[in-house]
Nanobody
Framework: EVQLVESGGGLVQAGGSLRLSCAAS????????IGWFRQAPGKGREGVSC????????YYADSVNGRVTISRDSSKNKEYLQKNSLKPEDTAVYYC????????????????WGLGTLVTVSS
């Protein structure tokens, strides 16, 4: 079964940190770019970050650039998003997504995506 399973969301105070994880199964992990998009209450999807299938290239939305780091571990079929200096406006459901290209993930789409994990940042 093809799936992405997110973990690591929760409630954190502004200025705090979280690490989101995404576990992939059922497809060739190294053939896909993988990343995150988010959806805040009442808003559309926003691409957050993406890492290419080789890991050589990374992309960050302007809204999070400098505060997040994306990485992937092909030996574990996992991808991680380290989020620091969290702000209340980071509150959203975060979805892990996989696609042959980061462009799709940046647009809030992806060939494969998970059910999401909620991140709530309190002020």
């Amino acid at each position: 079964e093809v799936q992405l399973v997110e973990s690591g969301g929760g409630l954190v105070q502004a200025g705090g940190s979280l690490r989101l994880s995404c576990a992939a199964s059922g497809f060739t992990f190294d053939a896909y770019a993988i990343g995150w998009f988010r959806q805040a209450p009442g808003k559309g999807r926003e691409g957050v970050s993406c890492i290419s299938n080789s890991g050589a290239s990374t992309y960050y939305a302007d809204s999070v650039n400098g505060r997040v780091t994306i990485s992937r571990d092909s030996s574990k079929n996992k991808e991680y998003l380290q989020k620091n200096s969290l702000k209340p406006e980071d509150t959203a459901v975060y979805y892990c997504a996989a696609d042959p290209n980061c462009g799709a993930i940046g647009a809030g789409r992806g060939e494969i995506w998970g059910l999401g994990t909620l991140v709530t940042v309190s002020s």
